[in-house]
Each structure stands twice: as C-alpha cells, then as structure tokens.
C-alpha cells in the first residue's frame, strides 16, 4: 500500500511537469525565442515539494490544501498567458492551419514538429486548458488522499471539480474568445477560478455529527459558509458579472453564453438562499422554536 501511493504520488506529478513542458515548448515554438526556456525554473518548487511531502509525508496529500495542485498551475498558467495573449495579437497574420475537428487531420499530425506547425493557435491553446482541467480531476483522483480525508468526500470534491471544470472550460473557449478590450481581465479571472482547486473543502457529514449544535456559526457551518464565498467571488460571481458585461456592453449573444449566464445567475441566487437557510437553522438553534 505505501509502495502504491509512492507510485501514484511520483506519477502525478510527472503527469503535471510533462504538461506543462508541453505548454513551454509552444511557447517557445511560437516567441522563437529560446530564453523561455526559463519558464522551466518554475517546475523546481513542485520537484522540491515532491521529494519532501515523499520524505515527510509518504506521498499523502494535506487535509485542506494541495500545495502540488497550487505549483503546477504556478508551473503552467504562465505559460498559458503568453500564448493567449500572443494569439490575440496575431490573429489576423495567422498563417494556413488544420483544426483538430476531424480524424483525417489527427492522423495528418505525426510528429510534434507537425503538431507545432500546422495546427490552429486557438486549437491549440483551448487543448492546453482541456488537458489542464482534466489533468487537474485525475490528478487529485491519483494523489494519496490526506489525513483526514475520506474516500466519500473525495469522491463528493470530485464530482464538484467535473462541473466547475466544465464552467471555467466554456468561460475560456467561449467567453474569453468573444471580447477583446477585456481578455486581461478575463484571464485574471480564469486564474482566480482555479483557486477552488487548492482546497479540498467538502461537506462532510461525520464533522458536522461530531460538532452537533454546539459551536458558533462559522464553525458549525464552515465548509457551506466556504462553498458560498466560492460560488460568489471566485467562480459564478465573477463569471456572471464579466458575461453580463459581454452581452449588454458588447452586443455579443449566442445561445451557449445565454445559457451560462442563466447558469452562474441561478447559482449565484441559491447561494444566497443557502446563506439564508444557514442563518435561521442558526437563529432557531440559538434562541430555540
């Protein structure tokens, strides 16, 4: 069992640097300069937090936070940003390119110097984010569940990563694609998305048990207090408020972006009921019927 975890614990995190070697070499490819060789400083944290969480913690992940979650992204977002960027200033003088919308074209694409020459900039960064998201759900899938942690509330953060996942994938693809003036801002915000993944806040139900109707209501109510904040300022929130501004300040309106919207604002009103709900439980618990 320990030589299991060792096994998974040093494969994931293979997995995360060979990703984002991959990010840094089309950037590279794309700059044409060799100095962003550099951006591969960023892969020694996370090669230093494997040999000690190894050394100290046997390969197990911590309770409440991935530090190995957090430097990957450090590792790759970078590099993310450079080619977003670059592609919206290049636009127009891109050359000739094959979209990854058919199998014909796949199998044209043998080697990575085909890969890097002929397929579309936007295809290419949208696989980046793609593979990053799932790299992200398998990644904390793999790694050795922290103390603490139970393979039901893994399974619980799982399933909350699929469907955050696929938001923050429409918000790139999508949202991000159809402004211009506001894709600094956009990318701000993707990034602050990804906060959600450093934690591994669940609704746990024998912590809640355990606590009875003791305790204050940030205590009692913590990881719904969490999910809250979440919703609100890192993910639906924000996303809710840069897609409004999409349609009402730019004009752009298709379906897929009318049915997010509806998406993040439902959300962000059950939140709010959920606060309310948090609210009278305590106050009736407090003061009693």
Known sequence: MILLKFICAIITRFLFILVALI???RVIWVKK???YWLLTLLF???LVEMIVTLKRRKGKDYKWFSPTILLFLISIIPSIWILELHHLQNKSNDPHCKKLDSLENLKSM???DDLLSTVCSNDWILALHQILLILLIVGKWLLPIGGGVTKDELSQLLLIFVGTSADILEFTSETLSDVKWYSIVCLFI???????YFFSVVNSRSEDS???QSGSLLKRHSTDIWGIVESLFIQDGPFLLVRLIVMTCHGIFHQMLVFFTIKNFLVVILSF???YVIC???RSNTFGP
């Not at 993707?190 to 959600?196: G, M």
């Open 44 to 46: 020694l944290p996370l």
């Open 110 to 112: 043998i080697g990575l």
């Open 273 to 275: 009921y959920r606060l």
């Open 190 to 196: 993707y990034n602050d998305a990804f906060i959600f």
């Open 33 to 35: 300069n060799v100095l």
């Open 210 to 212: 355990c606590e009875g």
């Open 23 to 25: 990010g840094v070499v």
């Open 280 to 282: 009278l439980d305590s």
